[in-house]
């Protein structure tokens, strides 16, 4: 089992810049593929990043394309979601996630463990 806990958000202000962390409790979090999802008020959860238990390349959602950087370091049990150039619409409560195995899980579903999220706030 692994625990998991973001950090990093807050409020910023539209073109600004805000980098979340997620630490995951354990000492197999090199055995978890990781995730960032987030939900905005009266939507559903949405994805964002993914990245395999052995890092590599991530895979984003088209909207953060471009924006945003998600990094692991296994040494740390942390993963990482660099995001600039936010926009009002990256408001949301933003979540890390993890799972078993190696791929780069796009669907909610298919996690098993979830933080307590993080608040992003951006204003226009």
């Known amino acids: 089992q692994v625990q998991l806990v973001e950090s990093g958000g807050g409020l910023v202000q539209a073109g600004g810049s805000l980098r979340l962390s997620c630490a995951a409790s354990g000492r197999t979090f090199s055995s978890y593929a990781m995730g960032w999802f987030r939900q905005a008020p009266g939507k559903e959860r949405e994805f964002v990043a993914a990245?395999?238990?052995?890092?590599?390349?991530?895979v984003y959602a088209d909207s953060v394309k471009g924006r945003f950087t998600m990094s692991r370091d296994n040494a740390k049990n942390t993963v990482y979601l660099q995001m600039n150039s936010l926009k009002p619409e990256d408001t949301a409560v933003y979540y890390c996630?993890?799972?078993?195995?190696?791929?780069?899980?796009?669907?909610?579903?298919?996690?098993?463990?979830w933080g307590q999220g993080t608040q992003v706030t951006v204003s226009s």
């Open positions: 996630a993890a799972r078993s195995n190696s791929a780069r899980y796009v669907s909610s579903t298919d996690y098993t463990y």
């Open positions: 990245i395999r238990l052995s890092g590599g390349s991530p």
